[in-house]
């Protein structure tokens, strides 16, 4: 739970993402596990941790940092709707109290470090390498810079990242991982099983009538909740896509063509070189490093000398545009395989070059992408034009026109859903077309009414989403007759069901009293199949994962049955074998079992610690502020 943190302090920034991934795991147990802590205080703060305030301003930075993070991770941006939906809001303000709580501590210790320490700790971050191997000051900007971060800000958070590590270290310790658990832990991921089985199906359950007009009223009477038809939202649509309105008919051939000149390398496939090189602290120790070569040396007879192995010149195989060294790119391009080039001054000093193999690259000719280019082109342009139709339509709004009056008024086309349900169905029970699975309009509608004026949605290519609820149909029960087939085939699975069970059922007697399965099956005109290897959570060839999971509940030897995908399916099974996993402590797995346990204690660990500290240092949070940053009332 407390990976987040104690992994965020390990190095920069993007460790600090690995408390949010897909599945919105963050660290919240820091305030919520506390009691009733929403209470009105100063209106300039959201929280307060002992004697240190959260201020608005720092939380909206925090948050808004964090759910653009985010966004980047997924691939496309999170709504504000969409983060208190999914409780982002009280997520990512636990986390931040969280660390605030680590902070508090650190001052109570009187923790410290120097600037030299914090500057060492970025400057050998892997991430901010050249490709040289050094640490690159244009790709540290480049990068904290797209992060939303100043350099001052940045290292100010590495001194607290790495102040709270100190104090999770000393929490936690350098834990020792039980064998017993271990050996627990490996035999829960390998353990292996093999089966012999029948599988059933409707074939099995034989021939079944119809039902009788009172069976099927009866059945029906009893789940009516089953067939009630779910409520629906009639909504306007009106989306501003830069792709739905760009005009790349209008991009002329010659500013296509100039677009392309400039921009060549972006299309098709780029050359790539294997690179090797040797750093020299001064131009001398090149130049008569690369006579030796003249002479006779190899480059790896100087790398030898230089005490560097193979591993500490290889640069990998890169395209011309990920050397971010001009100079370097330039030599290296023009350099034949196997060839050492001459000593290059660079920005971080003199190298020798040499080249393996080259991956040849493909260029896309013009006549080839041009339809492409003038797409990109006239989406460019008419993101400017967006910005100015969201104006006037927030304007015609404003002014009480519908979506529809506004679209016929502007000469843009908006889209009339007659009916959808919250699956995004309508009432004929197919998916309905023209709505977009991102942003979740449908969701969006649900969570609106008729006549409340919504924000629009941010489309992912930069666009807007604008929707208007113009009716809602209330969720109904259905009378049998409009509903009978549905019904019916209801009934006819429950039949199914309760024949394969029974079914089921007399063949797991029948093996428990002793009859071998292949004289059980053969009666039944089934047969026998096997599956080897099966391990838990995981599918097994034709074995569903929900059957697997039955057969890991079940001893060696002992018979049972248990539904398929389908209530219509059933497996009837038995045991035949159980692998116990083998476990080298100094294994790779054994490595990754220990390093798993160890993670999971520290964090339990260092979990209970934050919470003794909140309680101590004592949690307060202002609703009201928090809403203020949050555009609306966060989950009470």
């Known amino acids: 739970m407390l990976r987040g943190i104690h992994k965020a302090s390990s190095t920069w920034l993007g460790k600090g993402l690995m408390a949010l991934v897909m599945g919105f795991l963050v660290i919240s147990f820091a305030i919520w596990g506390i009691g009733d802590i929403f209470r009105g205080f100063g209106r300039n703060a959201v929280a307060t941790i002992g004697g240190t305030e959260i201020s608005i301003e720092q939380f909206r930075q925090f948050y808004n940092d964090r759910i653009q993070q985010l966004g980047r991770q997924v691939g496309r941006p999170i709504t504000p709707e ?8 009280r997520q990512l303000l636990g986390q931040l109290v969280a660390e605030t709580t680590l902070d508090e501590q650190a001052k109570q210790l009187r923790l410290g470090l120097s600037q030299a320490d914090v500057a060492q700790r970025v400057t050998t971050d892997p991430a901010f390498r050249g490709v040289n191997g050094q640490f690159d000051r244009a790709r540290f900007e480049q990068i904290i810079r797209q992060a939303g971060f100043t350099e001052g800000r940045f290292v100010e958070d590495q001194r607290r990242s790495m102040l709270r590590r100190q104090i999770g270290q000393s929490v936690s310790g350098d834990m020792k991982v039980p064998t017993t658990a271990m050996a627990v832990l490996n035999q829960y ?131 011309k545009a990920d050397v971010i060294d001009p100079a370097v790119a ?119 009414d008729v006549g409340v004026d919504t924000d629009a949605l941010q489309l992912p290519n930069g666009g807007y989403l604008y929707f208007d609820v113009t009716g809602v149909t209330p969720s109904r029960e259905r009378p049998l007759e409009e509903v009978k087939d549905q019904v019916a085939a209801h009934w006819r699975d429950d039949e199914i069901a309760k024949r394969l069970q029974a079914k089921a059922d007399d063949l797991v007697g029948k093996l428990k009293a002793g009859t071998p399965f292949k004289q059980v099956a053969g009666e039944s005109g089934l047969k026998v199949e096997t599956a080897a290897d099966l391990q838990r959570g995981k599918q097994g060839g034709f074995v569903p994962a929900k059957v697997v999971e039955a057969v890991f509940r079940t001893p060696k030897g002992v018979a049972g049955s248990v539904e398929g995908d389908k209530e219509t399916d059933r497996f009837v099974f038995r045991v035949t074998d159980v692998v116990d996993p083998t476990l080298d402590a100094n294994s790779a797995e054994g490595k990754a079992i220990a390093d ?26 202002n609703q009201a502020a928090l809403n203020q940053v949050i555009g609306g009332g966060a989950q009470q």
């Not at 790539?272 to 070569?293: S, V, W, Y």
């Not at 040396?297 to 000398?305: E, N, Q």
């Open 82 to 89: 969409e983060a208190r939906t999914r409780g982002l809001d």
């Open 189 to 319: 991921r390998n353990e292996k099983r093999q089966i012999e089985y029948v599988a059933l199906g409707a074939a099995q359950a034989g021939e079944i009538s119809g039902p009788t007009p009172e069976e099927l009223t009866k059945y029906f009477e009893e789940r009516k909740t089953l067939f009630r038809a779910p409520e629906y939202r009639k909504i306007t649509v009106l989306a501003l896509s830069p792709t739905d309105l760009a005009k790349p008919d209008a991009v002329s051939d010659a500013e296509a063509k100039t677009y392309y000149e400039q921009r060549k390398d972006n299309y098709g496939r780029p050359e790539k070189r294997e690179l090797r090189q040797i750093a020299f602290p001064n131009a001398e120790d090149a130049a008569a490093a690369r006579e030796r070569i003249g002479k006779g040396a190899s480059f790896d007879d100087i790398a030898k000398d230089r005490g560097m192995k193979a591993s500490d010149t290889d640069l990998g195989i890169v395209a």
């Open 330 to 448: 330039d030599a290296a391009f023009a350099l034949k395989p196997g060839e050492v080039s001459q000593p290059i001054k660079g920005r971080f000093g003199t190298v020798l070059l040499t080249v393996g193999k080259i991956e040849a690259g493909e260029e896309k000719s013009y006549e080839q992408v041009a339809d492409q280019i003038k797409h990109e082109i006239a989406e460019s342009r008419v993101k400017t034009e967006i910005g100015n139709l969201r104006d006037k339509i927030e304007d015609e709004r404003a002014a009480g026109s519908t979506l529809a009056e506004t679209a016929k008024k502007l000469g843009l086309k908006a889209t009339t859903i007659e009916a959808v349900d919250r699956s995004g169905r309508g009432p004929d029970g197919k998916p309905v077309t023209g709505l977009p699975q991102t942003p979740n309009v449908v969701g969006a509608a649900f969570a609106s």
């Open 596 to 621: 798993a346990l160890k993670n999971a204690y520290s964090e339990d660990i260092l979990t209970e610690y934050i919470v003794r500290l909140e309680n101590d240092f004592g949690v307060s949070v």
